[in-house]
């Protein structure tokens, strides 16, 4: 799990890259939980990094303006 810290460090695009990346895993356990494979603490982590990714590049597209 990234923390706020390291994503600050990351480019725009690099951002993008890792949002892309962090919902497509997001996908994967949406899947897995319907076929009953079920890891809630890790689908829970997921879902808070897709929220500081966000955050971040909200932050960044604020400070350009």
Same mark, same amino acid.
């Given at each position: /799990?990234? *923390?706020? #810290? @390291?994503l600050?460090s990351l480019?725009? &695009? #690099?951002? *993008?890259? *890792?949002?892309? #990346?962090? +919902?497509?895993?997001? /996908? &994967? $356990?949406? $899947? +897995?939980r +319907?076929?009953g494979?079920d ?6 982590? !997921? *879902?808070?990094?897709?929220?500081r990714i !966000?955050?971040?590049? @909200? !932050? +960044?597209?604020?400070?350009? &303006?």
């Amino acid at each position: /799990m990234a *923390k706020i #810290e @390291n994503l600050q460090s990351l480019s725009s &695009e #690099e951002l *993008k890259d *890792k949002l892309i #990346e962090s +919902k497509k895993k997001l /996908m &994967e $356990f949406q $899947f +897995k939980r +319907k076929e009953g494979i079920d890891k809630p603490d890790q689908y829970r982590k !997921l *879902k808070k990094e897709i929220a500081r990714i !966000l955050t971040v590049i @909200n !932050l +960044k597209r604020r400070k350009s &303006e």
